[in-house]
């Protein structure tokens, strides 16, 4: 099993330029999830999804936006990039039941994107 | 409100000396704690885990954690660091919402 990959490692953007962070995850997990992490911050949540057709907003949601069109893909769309959105990107996945048990969730190596 | 609080942001010990690192939550439910490890670069390794059952849990690479629901704690420990073992750690709560709040990170140096 790969677990969760994600494309690409690094990118520039220029302000108001829009791009698709790719995350894939081949362990057939139902819940995934998108971060930002900053110096100092540690993680937010951008937005999760709770299976394919199915996303809601975590956190920090502004500025971005998601899909859900199949178990294994979940990528996250910036439309009009700003230098706020300078961060590092890491989606996760996890699994949980219809009886709620809840397992940890495993993360990608990142994206580091940075807005100029 | 649900947090997690991380007070030392940094920590430096020497190799073989025992490590803790401290964790505060606040979750209005039954909650389970993560700590992981994110090595420079890379992306985040569970370290150990707390859902049910015996305080005390165990997890990979010599490290365990205890769970104190009295301090609303969850810290982290190491009987003798390696200098492997040099990475940021976070804690992290969740619950039946199956949502992560991490705290800040530590960052662990280690003095040969």
């Known amino acids: 099993n790969a677990g969760v990959t994600q494309t690409p490692k690094f990118r520039i953007l220029k302000i108001g330029q829009s791009m698709t962070l790719q995350c894939t995850q081949d362990m057939n997990h139902n819940y995934m999830y998108w971060y930002r992490q900053d110096p100092g911050m540690g993680l937010k949540l951008i937005y999760y999804?709770?299976?394919?057709?199915?996303?809601d907003k975590g956190e920090v949601p502004n500025g971005y936006n998601v899909s859900r069109s199949t178990t294994e893909d979940f990528p996250l769309r910036l439309e009009l990039a700003a230098p706020s959105q300078t961060s590092v990107y890491f989606c996760a996945s996890s699994y949980s039941s219809l009886a709620g048990i809840y397992n940890e969730q495993f993360f990608g190596p990142g994206t580091r994107l940075t807005v100029l | 409100a649900q947090s997690v609080t991380q007070p030392d942001i940094h920590i430096t010990v020497s190799e073989g000396a025992s490590l803790e690192l401290r964790c505060n939550y606040s979750?209005?439910?039954?909650?389970?704690l993560f700590w992981y490890v994110q090595s420079p670069g890379q992306g985040l390794q569970l370290l150990l885990k707390y859902f049910s059952g015996d305080t005390l849990v165990q997890g990979i690479k010599g490290f365990e954690a205890e769970f104190k629901r009295s301090q609303s704690s969850f810290n982290l420990r190491k009987p003798s660091v390696h200098w492997s073992d040099a990475a940021e750690y976070f804690c992290?709560?969740?619950?039946?919402?199956?949502?992560?709040?991490f705290g800040t990170g530590t960052l662990l140096a280690v003095q040969p």
């Open positions: 979750y209005g439910a039954t909650p389970y």
């Open positions: 999804s709770v299976g394919a057709g199915i996303t």
């Open positions: 992290a709560v969740g619950g039946a919402t199956n949502k992560l709040i």
